[in-house]
């Protein structure tokens, strides 16, 4: 493995160290880090994986795959002697609202449901009808949604009845690996709000919701904050864990602000991972919560307040196979934007953030006979950097004190020049985090936060700041108006 900026060896690496593992949409990664919160090089590893698709919607991935590629991951980065008994923690974060039934025994009945996973787009209409939206977000902070329990439950009610009737418990993904490994599920605080079934004041599960999905909080695992660890018997596989504690399963999202060091009402986490999202932390539930946003508990006294979008790195990469485009895109990114650029409505998966519109896809206008594909890939390009934008408009009133952005993530790794873009449509300062694995580092750093508190931090890694351009503001102002016409012709209505 090349060494890395940030990263240090085995040999000088600061005690207590952690295992942070990272579940995310294409792959399982963990590693070693030192009470610093820096890599141990040598001691990281990757093992990709994709979600199962089908036009109806479905989005899954099998649990016991996920559970074999965690313990390979720990296998390959606790296999080292030298490391002894130093590891103290083992953390965990995964990408949110997974959902598996699980029987007495803890055994799947159903595969992994994604935050992806579109069948339920009839229940959610159904809940709509029946519940008050409004009042229903203003207590968990979420919406009803295709990527939340309530409709996932309704849904699953009428298509596989037996599963439901026999399912003794609802896990995430997150917590079905735990109770593999060490007994127990051990959830997060953020992964049982990212359910859109937990009272984002009272850490309570909603009794409306419960209701309406036929169930009742006797099926979840209580919520736990990151304060509060676990110390199961350690695993006879790995040695190397014998005095760790285990954290409770946190959610991607709360680990990548962390990362990013967006740990304050004053930073903008911008990921832009395969999905992306605008998240600020805050002390307490954000008030005003705007309609297009979420607001999810994540441990005592504070929540995150944002909005995601699914298809970011997704709708990079389609385009880039799609269009056969060529390895250098840097320049097409760089250059100044020009009005014959197709508008583009980059919903290659559903919506989520601000309109909430599951059943949405991706649509393209403007396109011509002039149109090459380097200039549709950079309409694509605009056209997620404007859904980013849509969610900036919501929170502006919900956090005001924001002074940076802060971008992380695999598309700004590896085309920094759209982040020029993303600077120029936000309007904001757009500063580069540079940190590989920057949610993964947020995981390690939550639990160091326990285990070594009084331990000074490694600065996080950080690129070029891109300033947006003066000139071409009102390019970008008339391309966000026409892409809210275009919505609300296509997906609004």
Avoid at 334 to 350: C, E, K, R
Avoid at 355 to 368: D, F, K, P
């Amino acid at each position: 493995m090349a060494r890395t900026t940030d990263d240090v060896s085995l040999d000088v690496a600061l005690d207590p160290l952690v295992v942070a593992l990272d579940i995310g949409s294409t792959a399982t990664r963990g590693g070693v880090h030192d009470a610093a919160g820096r890599p141990v090089h040598g001691l990281q590893h990757k093992v990709p994986h994709a979600f199962t698709v089908a036009p109806d919607g479905m989005s899954v991935i099998d649990p016991d795959q996920v559970t074999a590629e965690v313990e390979q991951v720990l296998d390959a980065v606790t296999a080292e002697r030298r490391l002894g008994t130093r590891i103290a923690g083992v953390a965990l974060d995964t990408f949110a609202a997974s959902l598996i039934g699980v029987d007495a025994r803890g055994r799947p009945l159903t595969p992994c449901l994604t935050y992806a996973d579109a069948r339920s787009a009839a229940a959610v209409a159904e809940l709509r009808e029946e519940l008050d939206e409004r009042a229903v977000q203003q207590r968990t902070g979420t919406r009803i949604h295709t990527s939340y329990h309530a409709p996932r439950l309704r849904w699953l009610a009428g298509a596989d009845p037996g599963v439901v009737a026999a399912a003794a418990a609802w896990w995430s993904l997150g917590e079905y690996v735990y109770a593999r490994l060490v007994g127990e599920p051990l959830a997060g605080t953020s992964t049982v709000a990212w359910t859109g079934l937990l009272d984002r004041r009272t850490g309570a599960l909603d009794a409306e919701l419960l209701a309406a999905a036929g169930t009742g909080p006797d099926r979840f695992s209580p919520p736990r904050d990151t304060t509060d660890p676990a110390t199961p018997a350690a695993p006879v596989r790995w040695p190397a864990l014998a005095r760790a504690a285990w954290f409770p399963v946190i959610t991607d999202g709360y680990a990548s602000n962390v990362g990013s060091g967006a740990t304050d009402a004053t930073v903008m986490a911008a990921s832009t991972a395969t999905s992306g999202a605008l998240r600020v932390l805050v002390d307490g539930p954000a008030d005003p919560l705007p309609f297009g946003l979420w607001n999810y508990r994540v441990e005592a006294g504070r929540t995150l307040l944002g909005g995601a979008i699914n298809d970011v790195g997704r709708a990079v990469s389609w385009a880039q196979a799609t269009l056969r485009l060529g390895d250098d895109l840097g320049p097409v990114l760089a250059a100044a934007p020009a009005d014959g650029t197709p508008l583009v409505l980059p919903y290659l998966t559903g919506e989520r953030a601000p309109g909430w519109a599951g059943g949405a896809r991706a649509a393209l206008t403007g396109v011509s006979a002039a149109t090459t594909p380097d200039v549709l890939y950079r309409g694509i390009v605009e056209g997620v950097a404007l859904t980013y934008a849509r969610v900036a408009d919501e929170l502006r009133p919900a956090a005001p004190d924001v002074v940076e952005v802060a971008a992380s993530g695999r598309v700004s790794g590896e085309e920094p020049e759209w982040l020029q873009v993303l600077a120029d449509v936000l309007g904001r300062p757009v500063t580069h985090v540079t940190r590989k694995r920057a949610t993964q580092r947020g995981t390690a750093l939550l639990a160091l936060g326990v285990l070594a508190p009084d331990v000074e931090r490694a600065p996080r890694a950080t690129g070029a700041t891109y300033e947006p351009r003066a000139e071409h503001a009102g390019y970008y102002a008339d391309r966000a108006a026409r892409f809210g016409a275009a919505y609300d012709a296509l997906v609004g209505g």
